[in-house]
């Protein structure tokens, strides 16, 4: 699959930390035969990347639409259609299909999101779907608690 993370409270907190795990999950992904792409709202962010060492994990980074997803995604030069996004907007999870993660903020904290991350993208890849409360399939609508 082609795995879209997010950038700002995704990966990345209001400090400019890393959100913990982060390498770990992608690099896992990468062992199971996906591939990485990071994108953001604000812009391609090669700076993110770059400062946290990103580089041989990701296979490409893009402008993330904010709105008219599907139909904006070629204008932005987003080469593909994501299978499967990580994001802390609930509409960006509905509009693909993922995983919704609670924001985060600060690091320094005992953030443990991304394995949940991990877990929730093997049962998908694997089966379709996840039984968990913070996959939305594409298209489904349904608030996160
Ligand atoms: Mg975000």
Redesign the pocket.
């Given at each position: 699959m082609n795995i879209f993370f997010?950038?700002?409270?995704?990966i990345l907190g209001m400090d400019n930390s890393l959100r913990p795990g982060t390498k770990e999950t992608m690099s896992s992904l990468i062992d199971g035969g996906h591939r990485v792409h990071i994108w953001?709202?604000m812009g391609v962010r090669k700076e993110v990347v770059k400062r946290h060492k990103l580089g041989p994990l990701i296979s490409g980074i893009y402008h993330k639409p904010l709105h008219d997803y599907h139909q904006r995604l070629e204008e932005l030069g987003v080469p593909m259609t994501p299978d499967f996004v990580v994001?802390?907007?609930p509409e960006v999870v509905t509009a693909f299909g993922g995983v919704w993660v609670p924001?985060f903020y600060f690091g320094g904290t005992h953030d443990r999101e991304m394995d949940r991350v991990y877990r929730i993208a093997m049962q998908f890849a694997h089966k379709g779907t996840s039984d968990d409360d913070h996959f939305r399939a594409k298209g489904v609508l349904k608030p996160f608690s």
């Open positions: 997010d950038v700002d409270q995704t953001s709202g994001d802390d907007d924001p």
